[in-house]
């Protein structure tokens, strides 16, 4: 058995208004948080995890994404700052960067988040940085890949972009996994987009063909739109998507602890209640190649 902590979209902000932030995007970050999210979001959410992690027996955090507010590099350091929190605890930290981690063009350019994380995490021919995907053993017969599709985007727009060239290195990823390993793939944006096409994953309808054909993937795992979900998309071919919200939202913070085993994994929800992280539902499934 094995247990993880799959959390998303921490958003470690140090906003300035210092004159060279109007020349990017960074202004519009900065805006929205001091108008908007400043009041939306409790980073004390945080500070427990790390420990309750620990006392809940989970060995690796899957984190997809966002872990910055505006890509800046005092962010950045805090980001990092709490990803030597979780590994002090001996955990390992499995992460990708969000629209936010690669919120100016320069950030993108620059790949500044590949400056403070890395791009895999254990052997593996490819990485995130340059690949655009790394893959990770997770034991129990359980295999992770993890996708970079953040990009640049125009001012009002936060969408992701699933490229020709990555979905082939996915084909050649999936092949490269054991017929009889289970695999989970961690993104940043979601599969299937409710929303305005600009908050979405472009060539997403490529990613669910290419998922299709490879029934190993029993869990899709994302962040993105702060919304907790689980959906069992099995009927049209899918895997199980979980959204593990926000673990900030002041009101509707969340996350997932998911237990994997050989045949069979749990879901178990947590939620922000009074100011404390309480599971509130728990969920089991088979793996589809059972």
Not at 54 to 68: A, N, P, R
Request: proline letters at 4%; glycine letters at 4%.
């Amino acid at each position: 058995m094995i247990r993880c902590a799959h959390i998303s979209d921490l958003h470690f902000a140090k906003p300035s208004w210092k004159i060279h932030q109007f020349f990017s995007k960074r202004w519009i970050g900065n805006a929205n948080f001091y108008l908007r999210r400043r009041s939306q979001f409790c980073f004390e959410n945080i500070q427990t995890l790390p420990l309750l992690f620990t006392q809940l027996g989970v060995s690796k955090v899957l984190i997809t994404g966002d872990l910055t507010t505006t890509s800046d590099e005092k962010e950045f350091l805090m980001a990092q700052a709490f990803m030597q929190k979780l590994e002090e605890q001996g955990l390992v930290v499995v992460l990708l960067p969000g629209n936010h981690d690669q919120y100016t063009k320069t950030a993108f350019a620059h790949k500044a988040y590949y400056h403070f994380f890395p791009s895999c995490f254990s052997e593996s021919t490819c990485n995130l940085r340059d690949d655009g995907l790394t893959i990770v053993e997770i034991g129990n017969k359980w295999s992770a890949i993890v996708l970079d599709t953040a990009i640049a985007t125009p001012p009002l727009a936060c969408y992701g972009f699933f490229s020709a060239g990555l979905e082939e290195k996915l084909k050649h990823a999936l092949k490269q996994i054991a017929e009889d390993h289970n695999i989970l793939i961690l993104n940043h944006f979601p599969l299937i987009c409710n929303e305005a096409p600009e908050k979405g994953l472009k060539r997403s309808e490529a990613l669910c063909d290419l998922i299709k054909e490879f029934p190993q993937v029993n869990l899709y795992l994302h962040g993105h739109t702060h919304r907790h979900c689980i959906a069992d998309l099995r009927h049209s071919g899918l895997p199980i998507i979980l959204d593990s919200g926000s673990i900030v939202e002041k009101k509707t913070g969340s996350w997932n602890l998911i237990e994997l085993q050989e045949k069979k994994f749990w879901v178990e929800s947590f939620k922000i209640i009074n100011h404390k992280w309480k599971p509130v539902s728990r969920s089991y499934f088979k793996v589809n190649n059972v």
